[in-house]
């Protein structure tokens, strides 16, 4: 859990981590895989889950920064995107730190004529690293909690 009376360095830390995180949804949106990747470090692991990752196997795995922008490029597969980040924690321990955050993510695309809208409801598991004096993501869990199928009307 967060302590509640960080000092100036942990406010200053946390502050990072949430722009960070915040960084990642909003170039995501923005269709810039190679700049979400950069966010990660070198040898970055990202898995992505259906459930809780101590009761189900990932149903992708991703290791690396080409793996992670290769696979970031795949939004282009839709119109628009929309990342809202919700509530966090992060605990910080000197240069590590963990964290999770909730993220309702949604993908709007056209098939045939037919506008079409997902909304996944996810939870991220973070542990990130400070490097050069820069807070990067080590490891990132993707859980799906549900997704919501539908037609969209403009």
């Known amino acids: 859990m967060s302590n509640p009376n960080p000092s100036p360095e942990q406010a200053t830390d946390r502050a990072a981590l949430r722009e ?4 990642y949804a909003r170039l995501a949106d923005r269709r810039d895989a190679q700049g979400q990747a950069a966010l990660f470090t070198a040898d970055a692991r990202v898995a992505v889950y259906g459930g809780e990752p101590d009761t189900t196997e ?4 991703l290791i690396g920064r080409d793996e992670l922008a290769a696979a970031f490029g795949a939004l282009q597969n839709y119109d628009k995107t929309t990342h809202f980040n919700g509530q966090s ?4 321990d000197g240069d590590r730190a963990t964290g999770e955050t909730y993220c309702l993510a949604h993908h709007l695309w056209t098939e045939e004529g037919q506008r079409s809208l997902m ?6 598991y973070d542990t990130f690293v400070r490097q050069d004096d820069r807070w990067f993501f080590a490891e990132r869990q993707l859980i799906t909690d549900w997704i919501d199928r539908r037609n969209s009307t403009p």
Do not use: C, G, K, N
Request: charged fraction near 10%.
């Open 89 to 92: 924690t992060v605990t910080i």
């Open 58 to 61: 990932p149903t992708q795995v």
């Open 20 to 23: 960070l995180v915040d960084a």
């Open 119 to 124: 909304v996944m409801s996810i939870r991220y």
